[in-house]
């Protein structure tokens, strides 16, 4: 049989007898299609390929050879499947969560406060709320509302309820 080109990894010559495969475009024998560092044949497994070389799974992600660029902003530890964006930093989808109640904010709403702290929507309001002056509890909107409705008087705020409206004249 004629020769089929070169193998990308060897050089020599890929004759059409000889198994070989292709990957990434490219030509290899079957034997030189192999992880970088431990030498695994990769022909029909998951493989990575980087700057330095092709690498099994467990090389790649696992043994540090070449780690995630992404590190989660919560836990510190590198993301090997699925980065959740937000706030322009990486996380595990596991590790955002409220600040407050700990649920997962993956999928779901959320703000975060003056000190970037990320809390779900209805902790936020809960913790950030103004106190009503009378009551002493928090003035939250109600339920299926993003806003709060209170009365600004004297200082001090209150639930429309709250408000009595007696102005002590002096």
Do not use: W
């Not at 989808?93 to 600040?99: E, G």
């Not at 779901?108 to 709320?129: G, L």
């Amino acid at each position: 049989m004629p020769p089929c080109g070169s193998c990308t990894r060897c050089r020599k010559v890929v004759n059409g007898a000889e198994r070989a495969c292709r990957a990434m475009g490219r030509l290899f024998h079957h034997g030189c299609f192999a992880c970088s560092v431990c030498n695994k044949k990769l022909t029909g497994k998951a493989f990575y390929s980087a700057p330095g070389g092709i690498y099994c799974e467990n090389d790649f992600l696992y043994a540090g050879v070449h780690p995630s660029p992404e590190v989660c902003n919560s836990c510190g530890h590198s993301i090997i499947d699925m980065v959740l964006q937000a706030r322009g930093k990486s996380y595990h989808p596991c590790c955002f969560r409220c600040v407050v109640c700990r649920q997962s904010l993956e999928g779901q709403p959320f703000t975060v406060d003056s000190d970037n702290r990320v809390y779900c929507i209805s902790d936020y309001y809960k913790v950030q709320a103004p106190c009503c002056a009378a009551c002493r509890t928090p003035i939250l909107p109600t339920e299926g509302s993003t806003e709060s409705i209170r009365v600004v008087s004297h200082n001090g705020n209150y639930h429309v309820e709250c408000y009595s409206g007696e102005v002590d004249l002096i």
